[in-house]
């Protein structure tokens, strides 16, 4: 190799290993970069901080101030006796969770109980004198039969609405009142054998209030189609009997009806009055 290529090559290497060197320096000033203080700044920093000489007035005073320092006494508390320990008043103190606790729990059981018993004294309580519910006082003998005759064009649909009742005249014949006798029994016989029976309005089957139909002369439950004959007793429909009714008592020349003692209607099949249909069914 001849020394001209040898400088061609040296040449480059050295240009390439300089730029290295240089490169690196540069980045390793970078990196100490703001946390470092360059090597002339430190210097006079340090110049800067030397500690100024001290004279001899100062270091007597700073002694003499030591001195009085360490003289001073120390104040020494008195002995005191400790405080004998008292239980909190309670008035003072106010309610504590546990009295808190248990009075809520004595207040609810008091509540509680106090409200079963209003609750069965109710229950047990005399049941209304007046109005739907007890003897309902629905005027007299001709005042009754006055409304029952005038009750056209739906004729023998008479209805007293204190009582929920229709109040329907009884068939008076010797067959009838025989056949009645066969079926009914107690206050309702009494009342056919006076000439009534008080049907309560609202249907056996699921409690709809039955309408009378004028056409039919039967009663008619737009509900569910039930119907019966003008005395109440079940003619078709689902209903699980005839109509219930309630007992008519005549005092005097009153007519009451007592809706707190009802009777279940009739079973399925009874028809003591042999009433057939009298026109279209209004339902
Ligand atoms: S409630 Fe009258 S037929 Fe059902």
């Known amino acids: ?107 609810l059981m008091t509540m509680g109980l106090s409200t079963f018993g209003a609750a069965n004294i109710a229950f047990l309580w005399p049941r209304p004198t007046a109005g739907f519910g007890s003897k309902v006082k629905i005027g007299t003998i001709s005042s009754v039969n006055e409304v029952i005759s005038s009750a056209s064009p739906a004729a023998n649909f008479s209805y007293f609405s ?17 056949a009645a006798e066969v079926v009914y029994s107690g206050s309702v016989l009494q009342g056919i054998k006076m000439g009534y029976v008080a049907l309560w309005q609202k249907c056996p089957h699921l409690g709809c209030k039955v309408p009378s139909c004028s056409t039919s002369q039967w009663f008619e439950c737009p509900c569910h189609g039930s119907q019966y004959n003008r005395v109440g007793e079940k003619k078709a429909g689902p209903a699980p009997r005839g109509m219930d009714r309630f007992p008519v008592i005549i005092d005097g020349d009153k007519v009451i009806i007592d809706t707190g003692s009802p009777s279940q209607g009739p079973p399925i099949g009874t028809d003591t009055t042999g009433q057939g249909l009298e026109g279209p069914h209004c339902a």
């Not at 929920?164 to 009838?176: F, G, R, V, W």
């Open 162 to 178: 204190e009582a929920q009742t229709y109040l329907q005249p009884y068939p008076m014949d010797a067959a009838t009142q025989q």
């Open 1 to 107: 190799m001849s020394s001209g290529m040898v400088i061609a090559i040296a040449i480059p290497v050295l240009v390439v290993l300089a730029a290295v060197v240089g490169f690196t320096s540069l980045r390793r000033r970078d990196a100490q970069g703001l946390g470092h203080l360059s090597r002339e700044t430190r210097k006079r920093d340090a110049g800067t901080m030397a500690a100024p000489p001290v004279s001899d007035e100062a270091r007597e005073l700073e002694r003499s101030v030591a001195l009085a320092r360490v003289s001073t006494e120390v104040a020494v508390p008195e002995p005191t006796t400790p405080e004998v320990w008292t239980p909190p008043d309670p008035e003072e103190v106010g309610v504590t969770r546990r009295q808190f606790l248990n009075r809520a729990s004595i207040t």
